[in-house]
Nanobody
Framework: QVQLVESGGGLVQAGGSLRLSCLAS????????MAWYRQAPGKQRELVAT???????NYVDSVKGRFTISRTNAKNTVYLQMNSLRPEDTAVYYC???????????????WGKGTLVTVSS
């Protein structure tokens, strides 16, 4: 059974920092590309950051220079370090794992249940 379990969310003042973690089980973590998404109240889910199995990273423009995605394959964990937080970063943050099944060439994707980040002004 695949599980992605996020942790580290909470309430923080603007300008503060939080570190989100996502522990994966039931998948071969090292071959999956990983991502963090977020969904603010009344808005669509948004891709925040990605890290490939090889360690390449990408970010949405609004978090560049403030957020850092990283992974530790030995711990089956992906992280999102969030600095200089703003009220507009308030959202539920979701962990995502995805890869292409090389045998069937179909996408495989898994989601965590999310962790709430609230940034007060």
């Amino acid at each position: 059974q695949v599980q992605l379990v996020e942790s580290g969310g909470g309430l923080v003042q603007a300008g503060g920092s939080l570190r989100l973690s996502c522990l994966a089980s039931g998948i071969t973590f090292r071959i999956n590309d990983m991502a963090w998404y977020r969904q603010a109240p009344g808005k669509q889910r948004e891709l925040v950051a990605t890290i490939t199995s090889g360690g390449s990273t990408n970010y949405v423009d609004s978090v560049k220079g403030r957020f850092t995605i990283s992974r530790t394959n030995a711990k089956n964990t992906v992280y999102l370090q969030m600095n200089s937080l703003r009220p507009e970063d308030t959202a539920v943050y979701y962990c995502n794992a995805h890869r292409i099944n090389i045998l069937t060439r179909t996408p495989m994707e898994y989601w965590g249940k999310g962790t709430l980040v609230t940034v007060s002004s």
